[in-house]
């Protein structure tokens, strides 16, 4: 009797296997949660002077990455979906750990440059992230823009096993990640050149929902919300 009323308990993880199992990106959601983590310590810490704040070459770097995990991984979740999905159930998660590697990799090298630029006092300034908010409204109404963005959402074949299979996943990350770069270089630019602000990194989610997550996207919003970035940091510009 004791055998049939008393069932064993049913361990969480067991019990989420599921879930895992469906959602092999979970830990993607998960590292997008931390790097939002990471530049809201950061906006806090320097909240009122994000735009005077000069840090070495190796934190505006890592601020790079993390402000590119944070607003860029949610609007490619398909993408990296897709990858697992492609790949061979064992090897799942690593497909998804070489999409990364691609993707990140470009992000990062398209990076540097904006990161040692960040060390000159002289663009310390909010009339940057203004003209780049600017020029962000314009390249959104471009051919060019709506080609990359379109490029966003390519797809290629990967090869089921061994090291073809991991030049595959990169290959893939990287092809989506330069067009990314290609869709939104103006609007990082220009987050980059607030000092990382919330404001700024905010509204750019905003731009990307309006773009990424709706039917069609809905231009003459992304341009009204840009134009709106750009006038703010005009004004900053004006009073600084």
């Known amino acids: 009797m004791s055998s049939v009323l008393v069932q064993p ?12 199992w469906a959602h092999p990106e979970w830990w993607c959601v998960a590292a997008c949660a931390l790097a939002w983590s990471i530049m809201l310590v950061h906006a806090w810490q320097h909240a009122g002077h ?4 000069t840090g070495s070459f ?8 993390c402000m590119t995990a944070a607003m860029m991984l949610p609007f490619n ?18 497909a998804i750990t070489g999409f990364l590697i691609g993707y990140l990799g470009l992000w ?5 440059l904006p990161a040692a630029l960040r060390e000159l006092p002289q663009t310390h300034t909010y009339m940057i992230p203004a003209c780049l908010f600017a020029f962000a409204a314009w390249w959104f109404t471009t051919r060019t823009h709506k080609r990359a963005l379109v490029a966003c959402h390519r797809r290629l074949p990967l090869n089921p096993l061994g090291w073809h299979a991991d030049r595959d996943c990169i290959r893939f990350g990287a092809t989506i990640g330069f067009a990314c770069i290609w869709s939104c270089w103006p609007l990082m630019l220009a987050c980059m050149f ?47």
């Open 9 to 20: 308990r049913r361990l969480p993880p067991t019990a989420l296997r599921p879930f895992f």
């Open 50 to 53: 994000e735009m005077h704040h």
């Open 58 to 65: 190796f934190q505006e770097t890592s601020y790079w990455i």
């Open 77 to 94: 979740l398909e993408s990296i979906r897709l990858t697992a999905a492609r790949s061979l159930w064992l090897r799942r998660y690593r």
């Open 108 to 112: 990062l090298a398209a990076g540097v």
């Open 194 to 240: 607030t000092g990382h602000g919330l404001i700024a990194m905010t509204g750019g989610m905003a731009i990307g929902t309006l773009e990424r997550w709706s039917f069609r996207p809905r231009k003459r919003e992304i341009v009204a919300v840009t134009l709106a970035l750009a006038g703010y940091y005009m004004v900053l510009a004006g009073l600084q």
